[in-house]
């Protein structure tokens, strides 16, 4: 649960407020994770609970859930070897699976007749920089069972230093385009696959947009006589 922390004012002005890099250890500081700066949104003075890296206990309280993570035990053997933690939160299964065992897993999610999700509707990247382990990118798989009607979501984390996680194209085609989006904005490199070529982003261009240390940039605005300067230039949350 978040708390509010009092104190005296802090840099936004705002009476109880604390400073956004003033959170105490293990905790998050406002919504942003400004430092240094003002906070407009409002929440300078909210703290929570950093994220915890832990699975879900067993059972999940779902039935659902606790049917496709049985079933899927039984038809991979070895999966807790496979598997670096298993979260159930939200009504949602979400397994995060060690790079070097993500196209059996998805294969066994595909073809296994008690589980079958044909489907991959997408792949997504995400940077945590605030990741414990220090594999701050992550890849984000959606799965879907057309026959069951449910969904599965897979996660694997991969470092800056080493961005590469095996292409699930040889399981499901459809992640073509999506890992190559991934690879253009957040540089993680999908291995056994051909044309992994931007598909967003200039051929030539230098860097990967969305990572969370890449600079925000811009070009000033013209609005009514005002100039309204780059985001870069604004405020600084960093």
Known sequence: MSEIVTGGPGPGGATGAVSPGGAPPGKRGDAFGARGSGDTSGFG?????????????????????????????????GLGDAMERVVFDRGELTLYVKRESLLAVAQTLRDEPTLRYEL??????????DDPTGRRLHAVYHLTSMTYRRRLRLEVSVTVEDPTIPSLMPVYPT????ERETYDFFGIVFTGRDALTRIMMPDDWVGYPQRKDYPLGGVPVDYKGAQIPPPDARRSYS
């Open 120 to 129: 991959c509707s997408s792949v997504s990247g995400a940077d945590y920089l």
């Open 45 to 77: 003075g909210l703290v929570r609970p950093a994220p915890g890296f832990v699975s879900t206990p067993r059972p999940f309280g779902d039935d659902e859930a606790d049917g496709v993570y049985d079933s899927l035990e039984q038809a991979f053997p």
């Open 175 to 178: 992640a073509d385009w999506h």
